[in-house]
Structure formats: structure tokens, C-alpha cells
């Protein structure tokens, strides 16, 4: 019996070429700022058009301010990527989400609120976290710039077909662990090359438990492990989450679509190239003390005392800990904090900030603490104000900023400064990701609230 990922793979295979590549269908492509103005450069240059233009959807996030975005943007880097973007989609022909729009928001985060990323499909997208899209039972995977080309000219993509690898989590989470803890466990357990070469599959009584909301976060972090992508097998928390939705199918569609996801999981024989097995009680709220998303630790517990502790190279774990201005064997628990960020394609979503806000309710934010809230998408910050978070928030002394990519990477204004420590929900804690010189800490929108309300690294739990 195949698996899930043989399933959708197979059924997009265009044709298999001898001693070489696959060519696979691809049913969605996303486009943003960063990495599509040399692709549209590249169709301009053939003279050719894009073959499949309504199955491509465009919107800036990189570099979109999240303050005052009905203004021009100060930056001219950023501005120039902005303005191509849209002009580039409106030459081409394809539909386009600008800066303003009700619909815009960091990609990850748009396709699956909208419905345009849906079980059994193939995705691609410009980006290493697109990933994300799995957790709707699709295959998703970043590509670059010239595969972008590609996918735009043909709507199909030369891809070697990855290994197979099934993560399993029983048990039940304790209080205050989320799915980004659970992603930030697997990475430590794995390390960021753990599962290189391998589309990796959820399963198990922890991932079938969680909302939409928590699997998109888990699906997001699989590419830290190394792996092509991550997904979860569609079930009913995927049909309800999806129903209504602007893209999805309606009416007798809505039921024949059901009717085939239903039949999208891996059989009871299906054999993987890999399997893994944890347990939830394993995992408490996590967070990292290292340059990548694979040194982390428990939030009670202590920085490795050595490298091979660490599962990490000698001289990258002293040159880690050099740059955080961490000491081997120390616990992190009472640090002292500058920045808190929340948001990112991995922590932007609704359920994020009902978490920051069910910990910050009758708080207030510690005074030295710079906190930048952003929503995902403007849907999101809609559905903040309809649920009354936004006056939590206010009330606690946190501003909602407008949406996009923000603090996860320094390529618009929100940049930390060199030296400060940044708590962020955000995917990824390189040397200068969130600015020259800046240092991060990764960790769940609960980890994040109770360093902003107390100004040092805090075990939420305590505030619960």
C-alpha cells in the first residue's frame, strides 16, 4: 500500500525522465516580492506568457512595513520590490493581493484561510516555508527562482522525488505545550539535518488533536529539520477548518471534493523509508539558546554543557553560544529580555493571539520590553477585533501592528538592533535574522507573552 505522499506525488506525475528527474504537475504556485522578479524577467526575455496564469497567486510580505502601509514605502529597496510585484502581475495577468488589499498577508498564511491551498494538491512557492501548506494534506515545497520560471511557463516543475518519513506523537500535550513547542522538540531531537531528503508525515494521537491553526505551525518548522516539506493526512478538523472557505468547492463540489480527500491517507501496510516515534509528555514549553532552530531545550532545563550534548560540531556550539552571550550549563529561566516578536508564517494566525492574549489579560507589558504584535493577514487582524483581543491587548500596553513577514527577517523596518535578545515566534534564529547582530530566541506565542508581561525569559505555566 502506498503512502499518503506516493498517493498525491503519483497522481501529478507528468512523466518520468530515464536516470533523471520527475516532471509533476503543480496545481498552485505563490509568488512574492523576493523571489519572483527574475522569473517574470526571464518569461519577458522568451516573450512567452505564464500557461496557467489563474492558478498563480501573487502578494507582497517580505518587505512590507507594518506601520502606515497607505503610504509610499520609505524604503527604496523594498519599495522597487513592491511596485514590481504589481506590475509584474498585472502584465502577466495574474491575480495579485497588494499592500492594502482586505486580502493580503504573508502568503503561508493567505492560501489555506482563503481555501486556495486544499487537500491532494501540489504547491510551490519561492520560499523554504511552504512547507506550511501541508498541513491541508497537500505536498508543498519551496523551489527557487529559476524553478519559479518553470512552474509559470509549464505549470510544472523537474523535482527528484524525496524519501518518505513518518513522525508519530501519542499521547496528550501537558499545559501550556503547543505545536511550536512540539516542532521546536523534533528539531532538537533530529537536529536542522535530520531529515534532509525526506517529505516527512504527522501522525499520531498529538497531531490529530490539534487545530488547523497548530499543524499549519508544525508543517511550517519541517523544513528546519532538513526535510523537502511536512504535511498531515486531511481529516475533519481539515473539512471543517476549510468549509465556507472563498476557494473551496461549494455546494455538490463541497461533497465530491470530501468524498475524494477522505480517500487521502496512508494504508495501514503503507511502508515509509523512515519512522519515528515520541511521546508528548516528553515535551514542555521550549526554547532555543543556539544560531539555528535545532538547539533548543526545555524551558526548565539548562543549556548543553558540552557540544556533544548538544548533538552540534565543537566549534558551532562555542561559536553559538559566543554570539548569544550564553554560557554552557546555564540555565536561561530570569534572562533578561529586550524584544518580543509575534507573528511570522509560523505564529501569525488567530489562535496565536488568543494565546498571547488569554496570558496578558489583566497584565501589564514590563516596561523596558519593545513588543511587535503582527497579524498574519488582514483576515487576522479582522478576526482579532471581532473577538475583542485587540482591547485585551491594548489594555495590557501592546500595540497591533499591520501585516506582514515583520521581525522574522531584517528585510523591512522591524529590525532588532545588534546585541539585543529577541524572543520570537518566528522560524528561524540565525546570526542576523532578525537584524545585524541580533540575537534570538525562538518559542510559542505563550513563551512570548510571559517574557513580554514579566521583561525576562519566563516558564508561562507559572502564569496560566
Not at 67 to 95: C, M
Amino acid at each position: 500500500m502506498n503512502t499518503l505522499f506516493d498517493k498525491i506525488w503519483d497522481k501529478h506525475v507528468v512523466q518520468i525522465v530515464d536516470d533523471g528527474p520527475t516532471q509533476l504537475y503543480i496545481d498552485r504556485l505563490y509568488c512574492h516580492e523576493v523571489t519572483s522578479p527574475q522569473a517574470f524577467d526571464g518569461m519577458r526575455a522568451r516573450g512567452i506568457r505564464c500557461f496557467r496564469p489563474q492558478q498563480i497567486f501573487c502578494m507582497p510580505d517580505h518587505n512590507t512595513p507594518t506601520h502606515d502601509q497607505d503610504k509610499e514605502i520609505q524604503d527604496p529597496v523594498s519599495r522597487n520590490q513592491v511596485d514590481t510585484l504589481a506590475k509584474n502581475a498585472h502584465e502577466f495577468g495574474l491575480t495579485h493581493y497588494g499592500m492594502m488589499d482586505k486580502s493580503n498577508g504573508i502568503i503561508h498564511v493567505v492560501g489555506p484561510e482563503k481555501g486556495l491551498s486544499l487537500p491532494g494538491m501540489t504547491i510551490v512557492c519561492g520560499d523554504s516555508h511552504t512547507s506550511t501548506h501541508g498541513a491541508m494534506g497537500a505536498v508543498a515545497f519551496g523551489i527557487g527562482t529559476s524553478e519559479v520560471e518553470m512552474v509559470m511557463a509549464s505549470q510544472c516543475i523537474l523535482q527528484q522525488k524525496p524519501k518518505s518519513m513518518r513522525i508519530t506523537i501519542n499521547g496528550q500535550l501537558g499545559k501550556g505545550v503547543t505545536a511550536k513547542d512540539v516542532a521546536l522538540f523534533l528539531m532538537a531531537q533530529l537536529t536542522t539535518s535530520g531529515a534532509t531528503g525526506y517529505f516527512v508525515e504527522y501522525a499520531g494521537d498529538v497531531v490529530r488533536n490539534l487545530s488547523m491553526e497548530g499543524r499549519l505551525t508544525l508543517c511550517n518548522l519541517s523544513i528546519e529539520m532538513g526535510a523537502r516539506g511536512g504535511f498531515v493526512a486531511p481529516d475533519e478538523v481539515t473539512f471543517d477548518y476549510l468549509k465556507g472557505k472563498e476557494f473551496a468547492p461549494k455546494g455538490e463540489e463541497w461533497n465530491k471534493a470530501v468524498a475524494y480527500w477522505k480517500t487521502l491517507r496512508s494504508g495501514d501496510d503503507a511502508v515509509f523509508d523512515k519512522e519515528l516515534e515520541f511521546n508528548a509528555k516528553d515535551i514542555e514549553p521550549r526554547i532555543t539558546y543556539g544560531t539555528n532552530p535545532g538547539m533548543g531545550i526545555g524551558i526548565t532545563e539548562s543549556v548543553p554543557a558540552t557540544a556533544e550534548e548538544a548533538k552540534s560540531p565543537e566549534q558551532g556550539f562555542r561559536k553559538a553560544l559566543q554570539y548569544m552571550q550564553f554560557e554552557a550549563g546555564e540555565k536561561l529561566l530570569g534572562k533578561k529580555v529586550d524584544y518580543v516578536f509575534l507573528g511570522a508564517c509560523t505564529n501569525g494566525r488567530i489562535e496565536d493571539f488568543r494565546a498571547f492574549a488569554s496570558i496578558a489579560k489583566g497584565r501589564k507589558k514590563a516596561e523596558d520590553v519593545i513588543a511587535w504584535l503582527v497579524p498574519g493577514s488582514w483576515a487576522v487582524d479582522r478576526q482579532i477585533r471581532e473577538e475583542g483581543l485587540d482591547k485585551v491587548l491594548e489594555a495590557a500596553g501592546f500595540e497591533i501592528r499591520q501585516p506582514g513577514c515583520s521581525a522574522c527577517l531584517a528585510m523591512n523596518d522591524d529590525k532588532v538592533p545588534a546585541g539585543k535578545l529577541s524572543v520570537s515566534t518566528s522560524n528561524r534564529n540565525f546570526e542576523g535574522r532578525q537584524g545585524p547582530g541580533a540575537r534570538t530566541i525562538l518559542c510559542s506565542p505563550l513563551v512570548a507573552a510571559a517574557a513580554a508581561l514579566t521583561g525576562v525569559l519566563t516558564d508561562p505555566r507559572t502564569l496560566l
